[in-house]
Each structure stands twice: as structure tokens, then as C-alpha cells.
């Protein structure tokens, strides 16, 4: 098993600009969540998604973030436009509830924002 | 809302000495409990994580954790400290109905030799 596979591992972009974050869950398991972690502010669930729809996303800091799901192996994180502010380590992580939540978390994606 | 709250952001121990790390929770309902360590510029690995079955948990790297109800408990404790144990942990709660893993703000573990 890969495990949950997060891509890029560091983007560096300029303000305004669009970024897009990608996660590949591990086979078989139903839930995806998005993290956001930052000195300040510590660990933030951002948005779940529960057999690919969205469940909670009261975490989103705001409209400039989005998230998507399409199929059960892959999912987005946007980020338009980007500023300063959103520079973080962004975590995706997979579980299967039905299998004693096994909470697996990818290599993060270290995104600034200049 | 679920919660948890971890005493005392760093901690320090001499290598071979104890190691607690402490958590407390805030749930309605029976909680599932674990524990994260993220060593520099890595991502989280699970330590171990209570479901309701045994009180004490043993997880990875000779840490256990003892889920405590009257005390809404689940410290972190290791005999004796190694210098690979310096890193940061987090606590962790997730609720029987929904998937949500809420973290606590992590407690950074140093093992002096």
C-alpha cells in the first residue's frame, strides 16, 4: 500500500496567483480530509468528505478556498487567489470508518505564497 | 463540540527518564482517542488509538496511553525516554457519529541525553 499520496510536496507561488493541491486517499477507504497546519494556529480540519461528498466544510477559511472530490481516488484543494496568509503545510489524510478509523496522513504539500 | 486539551506545549526529559505527555477530552458521547507524533517536516504517524475496547492501549515505540472516563483522560506515557522520541505529539478526538478527527495543539517532546 502507497498510503495517502499528496502532490506537489512544496509549491512556491506569488500572490494572487491559483494553486491547486491533489491527494490520491488509500484504496478502500471512505473518508478524505484536508488540513491545514500552521505555527499559530496549529492543526485545522479544513473540509471531510464521506464517499466522496462533502460532509463538513465549516473549516474553509473563506470563498477563496475550495474543494473537490470527483471519485474515490482522487480529490483537489484550490486556493484562488492565493495570498500570503494561506502559506501553510497542508495535509490530506484518508480513514475508513467501517474498519476501526484507521486516520492514515499523507507527506503534506508546503505551500508559500510570496 | 468535541475537544481536546493538551498541557503544557513543550516537555523535556532526560533520555532514559519517564515521558507523560497529557490530554484531556470533552465529549457527550464516548469518544475514540488517539495519538499522532510528527517528527520535522514530516507528516503525522499514529501512535496508537482507543476505540473502546481495552482501557490501556499500547501503540508503536513502547508508548502506551490509558483512556480514563472519570477523568476524561488519555495521557501519553513511555518508561524511559529515547533520543529518537524528540518530536511533537498530538492528541486527538474523533466522535462515534461523524469522521471528524479534531487535533489538540500538540505538546513538543525534547529528550536530553
Known amino acids: 500500500d502507497a498510503g495517502v499520496i499528496q502532490s506537489p510536496r512544496h509549491e512556491v507561488t506569488e500572490m494572487g496567483q491559483e494553486v491547486t493541491l491533489r491527494c490520491k486517499p488509500i484504496?478502500?477507504?471512505?473518508?478524505l480530509f484536508w488540513y491545514r497546519q500552521t505555527m499559530m494556529r496549529g492543526l485545522e480540519l479544513l473540509i471531510y468528505?464521506?464517499?466522496?461528498?462533502?460532509?463538513?466544510d465549516s473549516g474553509m477559511p473563506e470563498d477563496r478556498f475550495s474543494a473537490k472530490m470527483p471519485n474515490a481516488s482522487f480529490s483537489t484543494l484550490k486556493i484562488q487567489p492565493s495570498e500570503p496568509r494561506d502559506s501553510a503545510v497542508y495535509f490530506c489524510?484518508?480513514?475508513?470508518?467501517?474498519?476501526?478509523?484507521?486516520?492514515?496522513f499523507g507527506s503534506g504539500t508546503r505551500l508559500t505564497v510570496v | 463540540a468535541q475537544s481536546v486539551t493538551q498541557l503544557g506545549s513543550h516537555v523535556s526529559v532526560s533520555e532514559g527518564a519517564l515521558v507523560l505527555l497529557r490530554c484531556n477530552y470533552s465529549?457527550?458521547?464516548?469518544?475514540?482517542l488517539f495519538w499522532y507524533v510528527q517528527y520535522p517536516n514530516q507528516g503525522l504517524q499514529l501512535l496508537l488509538k482507543?476505540?473502546?475496547?481495552?482501557?490501556l492501549v499500547k501503540g508503536i515505540n513502547g508508548f502506551e496511553a490509558e483512556f480514563k472516563k472519570s477523568e476524561t483522560s488519555f495521557h501519553l506515557t513511555k518508561p524511559s525516554a529515547h533520543m529518537s522520541d524528540a518530536a511533537e505529539y498530538f492528541c486527538?478526538?474523533?466522535?462515534?457519529?461523524?469522521?471528524?478527527?479534531?487535533f489538540g495543539t500538540g505538546t513538543r517532546l525534547q529528550v536530553f541525553p
Open positions: 489524510a484518508s480513514s475508513n470508518r467501517d474498519r476501526g478509523r484507521g486516520y492514515t
Open positions: 484504496s478502500g477507504h471512505n473518508s
Open positions: 468528505f464521506n464517499n466522496n461528498v462533502p460532509i463538513d
Open positions: 465529549s457527550s458521547v464516548p469518544p475514540y
Open positions: 482507543y476505540t473502546s475496547a481495552a482501557t
Open positions: 486527538a478526538v474523533s466522535d462515534r457519529d461523524t469522521d471528524k478527527l479534531i
